[in-house]
């Protein structure tokens, strides 16, 4: 029988029913701050750990799989890999890191779902809906499979399995992993979770040997610095960096702390060097990455011991659950550093969080034309009760006070946002409350999302998701329809401008046309016939029309940033 250290809890736990002979020592493998076995819990978020509990973190020395596989038993010796992604850029950027250390271990990727050795499905739990979709992938998978030894793994979010049996949420997590997913429902090999990555060779060696395996060990420092993704979409000239993982905010609604785990930054150079090689590659967007991107704090510059003036970098008022975090470099400095290193290159950043936006911030990104003029500042709710009860840290006044202050300094700057209707205990008047902040700020998008309770947020604990799901549906629909009466308002006050545009690819409904985003993010058509510009090209143009999503323009010239 192998030793199972990761059988234990949430946190790392694979189940081996054969044994693997050799060593396995390879380096990129090396074992990373670790989760505690028994998972995250509200404590963790709400103080540093104790020493006792980060001593409890460390998980076993990777000597204590010596035993199980060789080094060459990792080799995918020419595999084939359909990778299949759902859910947001963060999971499309997972994907690329996740390519790449496939095809470090030798592995090949093909699109051909049906008959590839393995298939990886990139997975979001955040929302219900997300989850379902996953569900019925895998059935899709297994049941066209035309490969009898078809390898299926599931990465990412695992609350996928969390919240697959709500009766299962107070068992311990690994048993209902494999219960829910690998036994019961025969549907899958591998469950990798978001920090267990470099953890893949070995879980496709495990499963090919017959066995089901399953990583998913929280990490408190795994950020996949010096993985170079491998990027799919190289055509649109556009690229993501995530630098920064995990969140420590703790929304009672919020499962991501919960599967993304704790707050970790990569450090400021590998983020410069991989901007300078996108540069260097002909990238002429990149959006820096991270589920609470703005709270970026590289820690292991040593340069910078608590220097105050990397410190400032709260909204005065905007409340935390965890304790003022100081020192270090924050993204204040780190987009500095990015938009000084590659001038020509436009950057923009997803997902903020408004406590984080103080106004040095706001003057930088006024100081450069490469930091694009678009904010998502994600508001939630318009409502002071729904905020207090969501752990949002603000109220709307606090809110709209930022909006203001924002506005003084970038006056033309594109504000969007997220919402969730149908939040527990939200009422008529508090749903009306959001409608008039979205009239109010004038969003140019807003992402609007129906309420779906996650199992181990504080919502679940404590809350009661009292809102119907017809009264979600209705005002999922309220919001949607005033958030775009709003942004009409403002794209049809472009017309007669002139904007400059990214060209990203052509039109799919007429290829005369081509299509890129304006500095505020919004989307741009414009006859591209006569002027022939590719994908990467600056285009000036003037807009001539407007409906709520999308601007009509006219070519002028090709122009430099
Ligand atoms: N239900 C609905 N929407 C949610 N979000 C996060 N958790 C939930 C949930 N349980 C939304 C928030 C967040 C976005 C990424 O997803 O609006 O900003
Ligand atoms: Fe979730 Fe965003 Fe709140 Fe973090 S800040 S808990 S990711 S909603």
Redesign the pocket.
Known sequence: MLRQWWLRGVGACSTFTRAHSGCSTSSSMKPKRAIPSDGLQLSDFIREGTKKQRQKAIIPSIEDTKEYLSPEDLNGNGKTVCYVTYG?QMNVSDMEIVRSIMSQYGFVESDQKEKADIVLLMTCS???GAEKKVWNQLKLIRSNSVNKRQIVGVLGLFSVLMNAKISYLTGCMAERVRHDLLEKRNLVNIVAGPDSYRDLPRLVAVASGGSNAINVQLSLDETYAEVQPIRVDAESRTAFISIMRGCDNM?T????PFTRGRERSRPIDSIVEEVRRLRDQGYKQITLLGQNVNSYRDMTSMDFPMNPSTTEDRVPGFKTVYKPKSGGLTFTSLLEKVADAAPDVRFRFT?PHPKDFPMQLIELIASRTNLCKQLHL?A?SGDDETLDRMGRGYSRDLYLRLVDDIRIILPNVSLTS????G?CGETEEAHQNTLSLIREVGYSFC????????GK?R?HHRLTDDVPENVKARRHLDLTTVFREEAMKLNQKLIGTEQTVLLEGKSKRDVAFSHGRTDGGVKAVFDNSKSQLNPGQYAKVLITEANSQTLKAEFIRETDL
């Open positions: 947001c955040i929302r219900d929304c609604y919020c499962v991501v997902s994600p939630q997220d919402f969730i209707a939040f992402f609007v999302f129906p309420y779906s309770m996650r947020t919502a």
